[in-house]
């Protein structure tokens, strides 16, 4: 009779025994002498592998053969589970922006004070400006973007010292070059800053005295420096199409003018004034991306 003993241990418990004819499991390979098996009743233990003829089995589910000795056959070994791998997908590995381009129209309206400009002025007149923006994607965050605009201040008024009839028209068009950059991001929307610095090319007052006859005007050119800051509130109403709210202050002053004028278009504009058209300003707008 062969002992089974609960380790491979020298001095481990004997924990039952073999008789010539039991039919049993074995392991593959033995253990410091010692082979692990498996009963027919479900019991582990260890044996010895004399006095063991090994009859290995094409299947490890197929019983053993009955040998004149106890006769144990290997143990299935466990197949290792494979584990699943993420491969990561192209548009994962290497996140790439579909669309790097946009392009954009808006519509802004802004206060704008003449009151150093026109003598006795002590209001402020609302301002009108359109244009567009061409913007390219660096990453998901930022953006550089070009921006030019038309921007008009239109007032009429009559003059309380001599009661005539006054038209005063103030343009530019500024150029802007800058970069935006995304604050918070969701799904459908986005909240963007940005900061641009330019010139407001063909930046002229012109000053009319609807009263005279001609020559009745007066007027300045010049091309400040300009910059702008502002916030965006980008609303993606499909793949390519996305509506857009914007809020900042522009910064658009010229230095020190002094206007050619008339007896009539000029007199009531100071000798010297600096022109200003910057201000708070808000917006609205469209962008198509490609």
Known sequence: ??????????????????????????????IGG???IKTEDGQFGWVSAEGLTLEPTPEASKSPATSPSP?????????????????PSPASSSKKLERRFQLRGFGTGSFVSLSGVVVNYNRSDLGFSYGGEF????????ALVLRG???FVNSAFTDSLTAKNYAVNVSSWPVYLGIEYALLQGSQWSLWGVGMGGMGFQTTLVSTSLSDAAPNTAGVSTMPLSGLGKLVLKWKVSKPFSLFAEAGYRYLQSGVLVPSTTLTGGAILYPAFALNLGGPFTGLGFGWSF
């Open 1 to 30: 009779m062969l002992e089974i003993t609960e380790s491979s241990e020298k001095d481990a418990k004997i924990i039952g025994k073999l008789k010539k004819g039991d039919k049993i499991l074995a392991g593959n390979q033995p």
């Open 135 to 142: 913007a390219y994607s660096l990453s998901s965050r930022f």
């Open 149 to 151: 605009e038309a921007q």
């Open 71 to 87: 006769s144990p056959s290997p143990l299935p070994t466990p197949t290792p589970s494979s584990t699943p791998s993420v491969v």
């Open 34 to 36: 010692l082979y692990k």
